[in-house]
């Protein structure tokens, strides 16, 4: 007699009627493959934990961002936020595509010029940019953010140094009607700090200011709150226009969008509740559009958004290394990739997908991965088929700040891949080795060698 | 270990406990590992039948079978008066 799969034996309770803590949503369907190329293969030739993207996803969505602000407004242009993602070959498809970049730092600055970004297309924000920075993008011509009086002081003693005008805006915070207000960056607009610094700038007549940005918080579910920062921003260019005659010539409304992700004690799964592209740019373009601007002076709009990007076209791949029973008699299943690779998964509840083929029965367990500290929970309940040491499982919608925010603790950081066009897998950072990070590390000569 | 007298346990592995109310679903191993320990078969005769049929091992069935029996136990299906 054939012998046939085995799975190992469950047995769960079944809730009648109510909706218990897990939901009642179950996210246990298979998956096999990532654009084509099989998990199984993937896992085989680049390793387990193992970070994948699929540029067929990230081009997708791009194109989708872009058609919902370009058919409801003029003059549109995308900045790709590094932070979210500044592995080199995902910031070249973005270029590829058309993104101009945004960068906070003077490493994501350099890191943009050597993928070929002109200067003049880097907009630089942040609180954070040393003189040598900014002597290079006011000698490269960047836009410079400018975020507090002391960078504004600084950069017009540079001016008188470098006999230069560098352009600049400034950023702008506000009270939108959303909490928390993120009023550490920038220049206040209710207080009159912003219209403050627009007066500085202008009349010492050192440098253009040529933008007014804003970037109002991250995961923003409310659109209707960046129709009231493009307002405000829009009352500032109409009241540059009145008193100095000059025109602003471009807006920027930072990021924010929401990633189809699901909020930790959200109820509804973040793709069925988060707003689209065309929710954002309906609220911002109106705003732009029904403001003061006649139609020759309307402003470029910049949009900086990162996670509502990438996060889709992000996946983690990982195994299976053990199966627990909790105290209380919940299952654990403890995976090879924790919360030192996988940092999101404090904000959300990671959709975790089984990578091989699966009977309907399920149980209720915890994700833990293998740190040995009790922080490290991936979902503190999901609904998932058992799962045997081995088996493997895709995590998704990881693409937006995994991969610059992880932490190289205990363990090191895994292979990134990136399946093309045509579902072949790229490797795009290699995996981090014990010669690499001790080449980093230096032991003073009378520390070398010891007796035990 | 013995499954519950009163305990119904229908071909599609639902599972009815009358004592608290509370009902379960099992998955097909799991429907033949309590029917087995309905007919009151040993450990031994149910690892044998479970080896024969699936593609496994011993360690696996071991610690598998051990944890199904707890949560059995817990789930007051079965009693653990010998
Ligand atoms: C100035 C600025 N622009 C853009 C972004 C990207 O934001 P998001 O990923 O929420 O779209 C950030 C993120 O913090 C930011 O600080």
Redesign the pocket.
Known sequence: MEKIRYERPVIKKLNTGVMNKYGTRTEYAPVTNIDGARVKDLIAEFGSPLFVMSEQTIRKTYKDAVRAFTTRYPKVQFAW?Y??HYNNAICSVFHQEGSWS?V?SGFEYNKALLNGVPGNKIIF??PDKTDDDLILAINNESMIHIDHLDELYRIIELTDELKKRPKVAI?VNMDTGVYPMWDR?GFNYESGQAWDAINKIILTNKMDLIGL?S?IG??MLTPSAYAVAATKLSDLAFHIKSKFGKNITYIDM????ASRNTLKGSYLMGADSVPTFDDYAEAICSALLNSEYSKEDLPLLIL??????VDEAGFLLGTVLANKRLSDGRKATIMDFGVNILFTSFWYEHKISPAQEFSHYTEDSVIYGPLCMNIDVIRENITLPPMKKGDNVVVHTVG??NMTQWMQFIAMRPNIVMIDMDGKPHLIRKKETLEYMNSLEITPEYLKGFKL | MKIKKNVAISESGFIFNPTTGDSFSTNPIGLEIIRMLKEEKSKDEIRKSILSKYITDDSTFEKDYYDFVMMLQTNQVADDSE
């Open positions: 936020s932070k979210t945004e906070v924000n942040g950023r960056f940005h970037h991250t995961f930072g990021g924010g969008f900086e958004s990162g996670r509502s990007l937006a700040y």
